[in-house]
């Protein structure tokens, strides 16, 4: 006589093991890119705030997130001005229509100190 195995049972040995290691690679993806800008930083932005990018490039860091998959941008407190045209845009003509463009997959977190 064979046995057979609710189908609760099955579940719980083959298909949550698989959701937890994709889920679980997912994540650990995401939270692996992190880029650091901070006022008068000068880095490549990786790494810690010591090596953060200054506040000219809070787009260049937002599409290096992008372009690693995705990931987080940490923002210290200060101003930012955007210094390019909107990806896309027409009929522009001066700085005051400079803006950031956001893009898929990056989280931006701001107001930090810069030392955390």
Known sequence: MKSFLPWRLVLLRHFFPFLFLMLSSVSASLA???????????????????NAMGVTQLQAAINAVSTAGGGQVWVAAGTYIPNAY??????????????FTPANNVAMYGG????E
């Not at 692996?32 to 010591?50: H, L």
């Not at 909107?86 to 803006?99: E, K, L, M």
């Not at 930090?112 to 030392?115: E, I, L, Q």
């Open 86 to 99: 909107p990806v896309g845009s027409t009929n522009t003509s001066s700085n005051r229509d400079f803006a």
């Open 32 to 50: 692996a890119t992190i880029y650091y800008v901070k006022p008068g930083g000068t880095g490549t932005g990786t790494g810690s705030w010591a």
């Open 112 to 115: 930090f100190a810069g030392t």
